[in-house]
């Protein structure tokens, strides 16, 4: 394990991820969501993904985003916060960067190491492949008081 800083933000970066990496990375984004954090994703396969995980807070597609803001401009993320869980390939990552840009131009707030942490996991390129670690065999016999929620 070794600490990467990108960004002003610490994250530890492990080779393998534990259940509890991933339980903790879940419940941050749900408290995080409680808080009226929006998440972004690129489209109904990611947001399902995050549903079957367990995560419910309020999930926008980038479509959607993309739409408002030539509708309404870049005021609609003013004093809003976003986490932005696109894929992690070259397309998602400049999605990211890109929409990252303009929520901070429009006066609201991305919580990057949502971001960054995701990636020092180990998780899923694709988001939408998110739901098969959770599926995993690592996460058999849970405390079932954890729920990842229904497929």
């Known amino acids: 394990m070794h600490i990467i800083y990108k960004d002003g933000i ?49 999930i926008v597609y980038v479509k959607d985003i993309e739409a408002l803001v030539k509708k309404e401009g870049l005021s609609i993320f003013k004093g809003k916060s976003f986490i932005i869980l696109t ?38 390129d694709k988001v939408e492949d998110f739901y098969k670690v959770v599926d995993d065999d690592l996460y058999r016999g849970l405390d079932k008081s954890i729920s990842f929620g229904e497929r």
């Open 10 to 58: 610490y994250v530890m970066r492990r080779k393998h991820k534990t259940r509890v990496d991933v339980i903790e990375w879940i419940s941050e984004i749900e408290n995080a969501s409680k808080e009226g954090a929006i998440i972004i994703v690129e489209g109904k396969k990611d947001r399902d993904s995050l549903r079957s995980a367990g995560i419910s807070g309020r």
């Open 87 to 124: 894929d992690f390939d070259r397309e998602g990552s400049e999605m990211a960067s890109k929409i990252s840009r303009e929520i901070e131009s429009g006066g609201g707030r991305v919580i990057k190491w949502i971001r960054y942490q995701y990636r020092a996991l180990g998780l899923p």
